[in-house]
């Protein structure tokens, strides 16, 4: 698995852009990058995962280079409630469902009123 | 949304006893996991699950642990003797299949308190 690097913490204020960027160097052809967000004392929430380019869901813009050693993950106008930690994961997801998912330990985003 | 459902929320235990905690997957999902997290620390890999076994396991998931999806719904996880370092919140998650873009899913966790 593809060994990934995030800051270790965040801080921002309700209504800005936070823009969180994962390194992943060693990223094999079939890896995805997907980012899950984790509360306390929740369990991880997938937020969305991609391959190269953009991706954009009603949460989230995952943005991948073109030579996918990195991603950013793009929150508009946080709020209070988006402040947890966001993990960064990498991996063969299309096996046979067996891969275990390889939790670092994520940014610690924190956001002020 | 489908959610994946864990009981209890809260148990504590004394140390030596056994403990059962349960999950109820998304009734679609076919791949079926137990992570843990002590208080602090990162989400670890504990075990995963189909078509009714083990799929794989890590060194955390020794001979104390088991799990069993005993009537098609329900998938426990079972510690046979705790320790006081089994003390953590435990999550379930599942997923429905192997295409990239199917996520896992987790529930809210139990945390297990080993007294």
């Known amino acids: 698995l593809a060994k990934t690097t995030q800051p270790i913490s965040m801080d921002s204020y309700e209504g800005q852009e936070v823009n969180i960027t994962c390194s992943h160097n060693?990223?094999?052809?079939?890896?995805?990058i997907t980012w899950y967000q984790q509360f306390p004392s929740q369990g991880p929430r997938f937020i969305i995962q991609g391959y190269k380019t953009k991706v954009t869901n009603e949460v989230a813009s995952l943005f991948i280079p073109a030579d996918r050693k990195s991603s950013t993950l793009s929150l508009p106008r946080v709020s209070l409630s988006d402040t947890a930690v966001y993990y960064c994961?990498?991996?063969?997801?299309?096996?046979?469902?067996?891969?275990?998912?390889?939790f670092g330990s994520g940014t610690r985003l924190q956001v002020q009123p | 949304e489908p959610e994946v459902t864990q009981t209890p929320s809260h148990q504590v235990t004394q140390m030596g006893q056994e403990v059962i905690l349960r999950c109820v997957p998304i009734?679609?999902?076919?791949?079926f996991y137990w992570y843990r997290q002590i208080l602090g620390q990162k989400v670890e890999f504990l075990v995963s699950?189909?078509?009714?076994?083990?799929?794989?396991k890590s060194e955390i998931f020794d001979d104390q642990f088991s799990v069993e999806r005993p009537d098609g719904s329900n998938f426990t996880l079972k510690i046979r003797s705790t320790k006081l370092e089994d003390s953590a919140m435990y999550f379930c998650?599942?997923?429905?299949?192997?295409?990239?873009?199917?996520?896992?899913?987790f529930g809210s966790g139990t945390r297990l308190t080993v007294v």
């Open positions: 994961l990498v991996g063969d997801y299309m096996d046979t469902g067996r891969r275990a998912l390889t």
């Open positions: 060693n990223i094999a052809t079939n890896d995805y």
């Open positions: 699950f189909y078509n009714n076994e083990i799929s794989e």
């Open positions: 998650a599942s997923r429905k299949g192997t295409v990239a873009n199917y996520g896992y899913t």
């Open positions: 009734s679609n999902h076919l791949y």
